[in-house]
């Protein structure tokens, strides 16, 4: 069943980001970094959470709105207060059953609010495929500034990216 995939996709991912969370030391998780113009892996981070929980909130809802996404603040500044709330968010999608329940998309764009009928599935793929993406921002300021963090080899890279590189090795 895809929603099974999709769930052990989006914990993998989850438990890549805990990982970082593990190693960084908390003066470097929240250094604005010139790289990111100003940014800080802890929100990139953030993002990615709230984008997770948004979609969980909205399936109980049967509406998703990542715009109202509630900025919380104590991810970006208490790395165990991440690594719970990464466990947490885990969970909850570990519970996700109804996949092939209709659920409703709200989003503002230019001024203009749109409701998009969408499914759980395709939300969690959004839900990876954008982590995926704050995950490669991550991973180059890594690399560049915080050498001594150790990422798991697939961190930050498309799954389609994956599978072609794969089939290049053959």
Same mark, same amino acid.
């Given at each position: 069943?895809?929603?099974?995939?999709?769930?052990?996709n989006s914990i993998t991912i989850l438990n890549q980001?805990?990982?970082?969370?593990?190693?960084?030391?908390?003066?470097?998780?929240? /250094?604005?970094?010139?790289? +990111?113009?100003?940014?800080?892996?802890?929100?990139?981070?953030?993002?990615?959470?709230?984008?997770?929980?948004?979609?969980?909130?909205?399936?109980? +809802?049967?509406?998703?709105? /990542?715009?109202?996404?509630?900025?919380?603040?104590?991810?970006?500044?208490?790395?165990?207060?991440?690594i719970t709330f990464i466990n947490d968010l885990i969970?909850?999608?570990? +519970?996700?059953?109804?996949?092939?329940?209709?659920?409703?998309?709200?989003?503002?764009?230019?001024?203009?609010?749109?409701?998009?009928?969408?499914?759980?599935?395709?939300?969690?793929?959004?839900?990876?495929?954008?982590? #995926?993406?704050?995950?490669? #921002?991550?991973?180059?300021?890594?690399?560049?500034?915080?050498? /001594?963090?150790?990422?798991?080899?697939?961190?930050? #890279?498309? /799954?389609?990216? #994956?599978?072609?590189?794969?089939?290049c090795a053959q």
């Amino acid at each position: 069943m895809p929603i099974n995939n999709l769930k052990i996709n989006s914990i993998t991912i989850l438990n890549q980001i805990s990982g970082l969370v593990q190693q960084i030391n908390d003066n470097d998780y929240s /250094y604005q970094l010139d790289l +990111l113009s100003g940014n800080t892996i802890a929100k990139h981070i953030r993002h990615i959470l709230e984008l997770y929980v948004q979609f969980h909130s909205g399936i109980l +809802l049967n509406e998703i709105n /990542y715009d109202k996404r509630e900025r919380n603040l104590l991810i970006e500044h208490n790395k165990t207060y991440t690594i719970t709330f990464i466990n947490d968010l885990i969970s909850k999608i570990k +519970l996700i059953d109804n996949s092939d329940s209709a659920i409703l998309l709200n989003t503002l764009i230019n001024n203009n609010e749109f409701l998009i009928k969408t499914s759980i599935e395709r939300e969690l793929v959004y839900n990876i495929e954008h982590a #995926i993406h704050h995950m490669a #921002i991550i991973q180059i300021a890594c690399k560049h500034c915080f050498e /001594y963090i150790k990422l798991d080899k697939n961190f930050g #890279i498309a /799954y389609a990216t #994956i599978q072609y590189q794969n089939t290049c090795a053959q």
